[in-house]
């Protein structure tokens, strides 16, 4: 069984930075495609960013050119740097991973950029 544990959110004023981080404890895969998405209140969760094994990256029309998002396959982990935070950044996100053909869910932090 595959945990994975996120690291990095909180408060930030508007236009401040946050790094998110997620790794895998328990059995250690090489992952196929890792990315975080994000779930506002009252709305559906939706992709940020992904990159996969390649390291060809996606990332969502509303955050290109602020956020960046990386692997270490030594570490199998995955980062997302967030810089130019917005207030409509405001919400919890989630670091997925995939395996073959399952797909593993963290826990979720909450990310809060508010003045």
């Known amino acids: 069984q595959v945990q994975l544990v996120e690291s990095g959110g909180g408060l930030v004023q508007p236009g401040g930075s946050l790094r998110l981080s997620c790794a895998p404890s328990?059995?250690?895969?090489?992952?196929?495609?890792m990315g975080w998405y994000r779930q506002a209140p009252g709305k559906e969760r939706e992709l940020v960013a992904s990159?996969?094994?390649?390291?060809?990256?996606n990332y969502a029309d509303s955050v290109k050119g602020r956020f960046t998002i990386s692997r270490d396959h030594a570490k199998n982990t995955v980062n997302l740097q967030m810089n130019g935070l917005k207030p409509v950044d405001t919400a919890v996100y989630y670091c997925?991973?995939?395996?073959?053909?399952?797909?593993?869910w963290g826990q979720g932090t909450q990310v809060t950029v508010s003045s």
């Open positions: 997925r991973v995939t395996h073959v053909d399952t797909a593993y």
């Open positions: 328990g059995s250690i895969f090489m992952f196929n495609t």
């Open positions: 990159i996969n094994s390649g390291g060809s990256t």
